[in-house]
């Protein structure tokens, strides 16, 4: 059994978290300048990536099961690459494996630094909007009402005259 459909799982992966990762960036500037509209549609654009990825990866763990059973060794729940590459004799093909497998970890990796970064981009917009409005907003201790110019009526005067 050949490693070709573990390859094309690996670069279509590669390829659809290179796109994930283009909405990252936009995504950035959409909250860099405050877009709503932009970051919305970005997010849709993101859960749909998100979709396709999932997708991918069930057909990845397909082939890589597949590819175990077919060289006698029993699959493990989780299904890696790494276990291809331990079981797998021709080193062109752990080779062309191992820098396909190189490729989408580093694009892995800097998609969570860019999410890392919206997020704290998102937290920060957060916290401003927050200080803006606690600015706006009056302190409880700055109304008019306080407990010194509410007097008490006395016990001999009353306020209301049921004699009247």
Do not use: C, F, W
């Given at each position: 059994m050949s490693i070709d459909n573990i390859l094309q799982s690996l670069n279509k992966l590669d390829m659809l978290h290179k796109s994930l990762l283009e909405v990252a960036y936009k995504k950035t500037e959409a909250i860099k300048i405050g877009?709503?509209?932009?970051?919305?549609?970005?997010?849709?654009?993101?859960?749909?990536?998100?979709?396709?990825?999932?997708?991918?990866?069930?057909?990845?763990?397909?082939?890589?099961?597949?590819?175990?059973?077919?060289?006698?060794?029993?699959?493990?729940?989780?299904?890696?690459?790494?276990?291809?590459?331990?079981?797998?004799?021709?080193?062109?093909?752990k080779a062309q494996l191992t820098k396909a497998r190189n490729n989408l970890l580093l694009t892995v990796e800097s998609l969570k630094s860019q999410n890392d970064l919206n997020q704290k981009l998102t937290m920060q917009s957060l916290q401003f909007v927050n200080l803006t409005l606690d600015a706006l907003r009056p302190k409880p201790d700055q109304i008019n009402y306080s407990k010194s110019e509410v007097q008490a009526p006395s016990k001999g005067k009353a306020y209301f005259d049921s004699q009247a």
């Open positions: 877009d709503m509209d932009s970051l919305n549609q970005l997010l849709k654009d993101e859960q749909a990536h998100v979709a396709g990825i999932s997708q991918l990866e069930q057909q990845r763990q397909k082939e890589v099961t597949d590819y175990l059973r077919a060289k006698g060794i029993a699959p493990t729940d989780n299904p890696t690459v790494a276990l291809v590459l331990e079981n797998t004799n021709i080193d062109e093909d």
